[in-house]
């Protein structure tokens, strides 16, 4: 399974910036699809999780703030992420599960910054 990740860039405090995520296979075959991020000298943290049936998991930090959506006919994911903080800086990673495997896509980094 490969990913494909978009969407990361500069942003201001208060800001608005959404990230797409594209699966190699049918989203249909796997578990579910969702955000990482890692932020220098941090360990790798959840952001949100979407099933297959699109019940989905928020890290606390985001709740309110971030929504993750998907296209199952584009095997896509999406993060639309608003009142974006400072401590949203961080780069963001994709990642599937099918059954036993957990893949990763490349990250795109996420800066928050005025």
């Known amino acids: 399974v490969q990913l494909q990740a978009f969407g990361g860039g500069l942003v201001q405090p208060g800001g608005s910036l959404r990230l797409s995520c594209t699966a190699s296979?049918?989203?249909?075959?796997?578990?579910?699809m969702g955000w990482y991020r890692q932020a220098p000298g941090e360990q790798r943290e959840l952001v949100a999780t979407?099933?297959?049936?699109?019940?989905?998991k928020y890290a606390d930090s985001v709740k309110g703030r971030f929504t993750i959506s998907a296209d199952n006919a584009k095997n896509t994911i999406y993060l639309q992420m608003n009142s974006l903080k400072p401590e949203d800086t961080a780069v963001y990673y994709c990642?599937?599960?099918?059954?036993?495997?957990?893949?990763w896509g490349q990250g795109t980094q996420v800066t928050v910054s005025s």
């Open positions: 990642n599937a599960r099918r059954l036993f495997s957990l893949f």
């Open positions: 296979v049918s989203s249909s075959s796997l578990t579910y």
């Open positions: 979407i099933t297959t049936v699109g019940n989905t």
